[in-house]
């Protein structure tokens, strides 16, 4: 992607960024190998879904903006205030998740609340809380979540993400 002249250094990246919130945990999720777990296994791997946030808080249309410095929070949550003319939909999973894209991958997957240690929540894949692939909600309010990935580099290069509800 070229930039265009004129345009903030931080605003060429914004919409890669905010595509790369949805869908880097997809393009994670492919890492795990070919390894598969018996249907005895599966119950020592999973969390605790945590107790003070639903799924359906998170479910619902929001924009979503991100940032990698504290000082540019109140700019970013505006911008993802106006992405609401392209919502990202987030909806009830079959199971106990919802369905959110992950990186790289246009496939919606189930991704599931889990309660980590030190009243930390973190939502992703079947894994015990706070796994690279997961992402820790900072922030559950009504109208606003804040999340960011676990793993350094995703964290790095996509930062913290504002989803703000639409509507």
């Known amino acids: 992607m070229t930039p265009r002249a004129g345009t903030p250094r931080n605003m060429k990246r914004f919409p890669l960024a905010a595509l790369a919130c949805g869908l880097l945990p997809l393009v994670l999720a492919g890492c795990g190998g070919g390894a598969s777990m018996s249907s005895s ?5 999973r969390a605790p879904a945590p107790a003070g946030v639903s799924r359906d808080a998170l479910v619902g249309r929001w924009g979503i ?3 990698h410095t504290e000082k540019d929070r109140k700019r970013t949550e505006a911008e993802a205030r106006a992405q609401c ?5 987030i909806t009830k999973g079959p199971g106990d998740g919802v369905m959110m894209h992950v990186a790289d991958d246009p496939k919606p997957y189930e991704l599931r609340l889990k309660a980590g240690s ?3 929540t973190y939502l992703g894949f079947e894994a015990p809380a706070g796994d690279p692939q997961d992402r820790e909600l900072l922030s559950v309010k009504p109208k606003e979540l804040v999340m960011r990935f676990v793993d350094p580099d995703a964290h790095a290069r996509y930062g913290t993400f504002i989803y703000s509800r639409c509507g």
């Open 41 to 45: 296994d599966a119950p020592a791997a």
């Open 65 to 67: 903006a991100s940032f």
């Open 85 to 89: 003319k392209q919502p990202y939909t």
């Open 118 to 120: 030190g009243g930390r």
